[in-house]
């Protein structure tokens, strides 16, 4: 990493260096350091980490004034010789062409031309042998693993933000709004402010914002980098613009070194998950080229308007908490007295509650003592008697899960899959911290490899590295019994969606990538949500499966009406012909029938028939009880929610039915 | 040698005891299977296709009544010693989706054993299923239906005409004519002979043994013949290599009621060599239909037992330590009748699965190869040391 960094720095940058002095370093610093932790390991998963967090900044941001998100998100690839004259750097040709890495040697060359010869030898002996010819795989004249300039743009139609607050907001590493305990989005609070780093450690250029408030008659648009020694925002420009349309929201623009090529994939699959998670956003995925042919333009329609509450902020939990987190607490408080101080500043301790607490800590501690006034050792008295007392378990009310409504939405609307079904767990708690899991198991649908399909969300964004030791994977693969709900687990296309809500996810690794497997109440919730999910679908599958038998039955049946017609038309023919000197007697019963098969009057044509007829017969008499115990279930209903197309109607009334609600328009007189 | 000779003396006088269903007056009612003739099996097959064919006609469609052979249809009956089929069956039906198939099978090799009846000749299970593989997709639902139409038509699978493909072997003192020829097995190298698939066609034993010895394995049958073992205790030795077949298990139930000699066991020292010998016995729940000719009553087990590790001192690296699943088919056969009913059995199987330790009859070889026939057997036979 030091390495890396050391070669990327940009003039002025001394943060890398090793000098024996003391040095501080600023949390810019730090992070430039240590891009890999904030998820820049290397240009491609640069490009996804910048993506997913403007595009996770960009939902929080409209879900904070419950606007339905609109996202577009644009990636520009930009040549090199644009890029240079954008920075204003004059293209030059090559001089001394051996100073590159991709100059060939004179012996390089030999060798290539030697082993293309051998290989065009190798070619015409395998034409020459009449054997199909397998097209050499080209070497692209850009390897893959080739980084370009991007210029990624994500705009939103959030809260904004105003006009004096931009610099300091990102230009500032660890200065976010989303220092509270609350469930968010965000892994760090970083977002677009590493992204800023990036950009400025990999092309320099500074970032580009366009932001206004909710009813601001004006846009902001500010230019800025970061000053990464001492974390302050370097401000280029930053101006006020005519604003007519009314819009809100926020548009930034950053311009880094990415890889698209390796990393396309991640990101598409990054977008349709959240599409997935957040079917009440649209999103508009671009990715603009100067060849025409690599352009792609992807819609995520809102399948919704339904969207799940902001969480709310709360407080912390007793068992949660730590020295460090006490201290600042009190630091914070704006309560008097220790009593309030409990009481308030926690969850799950009532007055009497931190009374009887107080009690038992000792003789020093008085209910009415200032809060402020704690020494260090009164702290660890606290911190001691929070991990061994008992407190009710929080409640999972600050929580805001997907809801099953969504998830399932989401799923059939980005799989549209044969079946589905959805479970959302009761509210958990995991070392204080509450939480929900939500399951949808979908069988069938688009785009889906046979096998289990794993998706994973915590906090509703999309988990999609070091899938191997995640607690959904591990549980989904070795704790569920697929064959118990008549799920083939290998051939069936299964989709296990999993997201977990929490105010703290347990991460593990340094990439905050998955949930480790060794937390039992999380992997016991997920694993029950999953059985849920199963349980309602082998009801759906075992009745299709019926349906689908009612109409194979017949066709079945008469696969085999042939063979055994001539099977025991012929044993017949041969048990009379044997018979002709013995005269077996079978009984009278049987006479006749003796009688007619060896005057040929039955023949294997009148067995066929009439085993036929009995076959259509039974046929009919089974359907009618299949329809008769069925009844008019054919299969579950699902619930619909048709889209309003003009996204600009308000609605007056809901006239509500047990079948459906009908949403009236205003503006029709009602 | 004398005491093998006063058992053997003993095992002649004894006088065979009753050993049918019908004296038993159970409350069950059983379904047994006898040898029928071809002549009698056309005749049932007959009568069923007439059935089968009126039913059609009539417009009911057709179905086969076939005895079920699941075990829970199948029970031990202590007083003889062997598994028995109940009478529970269940019809056949070809209008319905889950049993057309099977139904279509059961007509076809009805058809099939039917030609064999009246052309009288045999063929291997394998040869009936290449008459019709399309329809049969493979052996084992031939195999099956064959099964079914052994207790449908109430005759025994040779009856039917259709034998497996040899897979016991015999040697020793004992001289029986097959289909005419007279055969010595005594002269028959060390590979032994063949036990003949078609029982029917085996006839006049006689033999001057003083007992049979069951071997389970292959490799021990061997052993025991090239060291004309038969010749220094005067015995028939017979392998079935495993799980036997029906034909071992025919020939052997045919010297012990001909020649009425006492028979030991020899087998590996682990649940599934009890089983072998649980199989011979009391018969297998596959063909408990008909296990009145299968069984073999009375075999005495000589070894190797979980108490002869430690008697003979066995060395710890011959020693197998079982696996879990060996240890759960000991515990679930120390809860089954026929370990149950004997005893010195039951202790035996309980020291083995308490050990946890388990070895085979070529552990014995550790203390040289012919410590088997030399050494193990001898010692064994003098002392008594069966149970």
Known sequence: MEGESKTKAKPGKVGSSREASLKQKSPAEFFSENKNIAGFDNPGK??????????????????????????????????????????????????????????????????????????????????????????????????????????????????????????????????????????????????????????????????DVTAATVGQDFCSHCILDIDINKNIPHVHLHEKQENSSKWHGAEIQVTIEGNWTTYRSKIISYMRQMAVITPYA?????????????????????????????????????????????????????????????????????????????????????PKMAVKSLTDQHIVRIHQLFRQAKFDEPSGECLSPAGEYNLRLGIIKELHPDMVATHEGSPQVFEGHPFIVEAGVSIGGRDVKPGLNIFRFANRIPLLFEQGGDVVTRTAMKRINWNNYKIKENQDKVGVFVSIVSTKIPFKGTGKEYIGDDIEEIASAVKSAIQQCCGQLKAKIIRQQAAWDKQERKRTLAKYIP???????????????????????????????VQKVSSHEITEATIKQKLTQHVDQMDMEMALEYATQSGMVEAAREAVFLNCLDDKQTFVVDLKSPVCVFRLFSGFGV | MATIRALCRAEQEAKVEPRSLADLNLPHAFKEVADLSSNSVVTEIEKCILAAAKSILAGHGFGFNVPSRSSANQIYVPEIDRIVLKDKSSVREFANSSSV????????????????????????????????????????????????????????????????????????????????????????????????????????????????????????????????????????????KGQPDVATRLFLRKMKMDLKLPVFGLVDSDPYGLKILSVYMSGSKNMSYDSYNLTTPDIKWLGVRPSDLNKYKIPEQCRLPMTDQDIKTGKDMLEEDFIKKDPKWYAELELMVKTKEKAEIQALSSFGFQYLSEVYLPMKLQEKDWI
């Open chain 2, 101 to 240: 198939r099977k139904t279509a099978i059961t007509t076809r090799v009805l058809q099939l054993i039917h030609q064999l009846c009246i052309k009288q000749i045999h063929v291997t299970k394998r040869d009936l299923f290449y008459t019709d593989v399309k329809l049969f997709q493979d052996q084992g639902q031939s195999d099956a239906v064959l099964d079914d139409v052994s207790c449908m038509l109430g005759c025994t699978r040779s009856s039917l005409n259709v034998v497996a493909s040899e897979k016991g072997v015999v040697v020793g003192r004992l001289i029986f004519t097959e289909d005419g020829d007279r055969i010595d097995c005594t002269k028959m190298g060390v590979g032994g002979k063949a036990i003949p698939p078609n029982i029917d066609k085996v006839g006049d034993m006689e033999s001057d043994a003083l007992f049979i010895l069951l071997v389970e394995k292959d490799a021990a049958f061997m052993r025991l013949a090239e060291d004309r073992f038969y010749n220094r205790f005067p015995c028939v030795i017979v392998t079935a």
């Open chain 1, 46 to 207: 640069s490009l996804y980490t910048t993506v997913r967090e403007l595009v996770e900044n960009a939902l929080d941001s409209a879900e904070s004034i419950s606007e339905l998100p609109v996202v577009e998100v644009t990636i520009e690839e930009i040549s090199r010789s644009k890029f240079n004259n954008l920075i204003g750097l004059i293209e030059r040709d090559r001089i001394d062409t051996a100073l590159y890495d991709d100059y060939e040697t004179e012996k390089a060359r030999e060798k290539r031309l030697a082993k293309e010869a051998k290989e065009q030898e190798k070619q015409a002996k395998i034409a020459a042998s009449g054997k199909k010819i397998k097209e050499v795989a080209k070497k692209a004249a850009k390897s893959r693993g080739e980084s370009a300039f991007l210029k990624v743009t994500c705009k939103d139609n959030g809260k904004g933000m105003a006009h004096d607050d931009i610099p300091n907001m990102l230009g500032r590493v660890l200065s976010g709004t989303k220092y509270g305990l609350k469930q968010t989005r965000g892994k760090f609070g970083l977002g677009a402010k590493m992204a800023l780093i990036w950009a400025k450690m990999s092309t320099g250029l500074p970032i």
């Open chain 1, 282 to 366: 649209e999103f508009l995925f671009k990715y603009v080229t100067e060849s025409q042919d690599k352009n792609m333009t992807i819609r995520f329609r809102r399948r919704t308007d339904v969207m799940p509450p902001a969480p709310a902020e709360t407080k912390y939990h007793p068992s949660a908490v730590d020295l460090l987190l006490i201290k600042r607490l009190i630091a914070e408080t704006s309560k008097q007295t220790l009593v309030q101080f409990l009481q308030h500043d926690f969850t799950s301790i009532s007055k009497s509650h931190a009374e009887r607490l107080i009690g038992e800590m000792g003789s020093e501690f008085s």
């Open chain 1, 563 to 593: 063979g055994v017609s001539r099977a025991l038309y012929d044993t017949l023919l041969t048990m009379i012909e044997n018979d002709q000197s013995k005269r077996r007697k079978y009984g009278e019963e049987f006479d006749e029938l």
